[in-house]
């Protein structure tokens, strides 16, 4: 479960405060600042992993053929201009050449995926999407559900309506790259391909 961590009496970090309690923490633990609430995140599963690794290489794949000045990384730390109190570590975020490779934060991205695991609180993921919808280079906001097939896309270019896809045979288009993912290969190698089950 995410533990929160406050420092001050109001319960809250600044980012000065976070980063510097971060960096006396061992290096395994995962550590990501949701609106000044530092929230140490437990190991991924396995399946978890999974469904992230084949987004990325997917999304990989294609931005390598239009657009190969992007990126998708996995587990990467991100910011918002002007919200300083935000320092969440994405799934997969796509982000741009200009990055600075020295930095653990990027604070220009163009897409952010985040994989529901048990501890996420719809508190939690509804904070995320806020500050991820608001960024200004940002075009896609992606939630995919680990236990079961469902995944909700939010797009800049569709005033950030969500769709929700719930079948294996929905696809998954972020039209701005020409991607078109079927979630059969998105849940590749998990306990939801059916391809794997007898």
Request: aromatic content about 10%; charged content about 25%.
């Amino acid at each position: 479960m995410n533990t929160p961590f406050p420092v001050r009496s109001d319960g809250k970090f600044t980012v000065e405060e976070y980063l510097a309690f971060i960096e006396s923490r061992p290096e395994e633990e995962r550590w990501q600042l949701i609106d000044g609430v530092a929230m140490m995140m437990p190991p991924p599963t396995l399946r978890h992993q999974r469904i992230a690794s084949n987004l990325a290489r997917r999304l990989n794949d294609q931005l390598e053929m239009v657009r190969p000045d992007l990126y998708a990384y996995q587990e990467i730390g991100l910011m918002v201009p002007d919200v300083a109190s935000f320092r969440p570590e994405a799934d997969v975020a796509v982000l741009d050449s200009s990055v600075d490779q020295e930095s653990p934060y990027a604070d220009r991205f163009y897409l952010v995926a985040e994989i529901l695991s048990d501890s996420n609180t719809d508190k939690d993921i509804a904070a995320k999407r806020v500050r991820y919808l608001q960024h200004p280079d940002n075009l896609h906001f992606v939630l995919i559900e680990q236990k079961r097939v469902r995944v909700e896309v939010w797009a800049r270019a569709a005033g950030w309506e969500p769709v929700v896809l719930d079948r294996l045979d929905a696809v998954l288009e972020l039209p701005e790259w020409g991607f078109h993912l079927p979630l059969a290969a998105l849940y590749r190698g998990t306990s939801l391909d059916v391809s794997t089950q007898s």
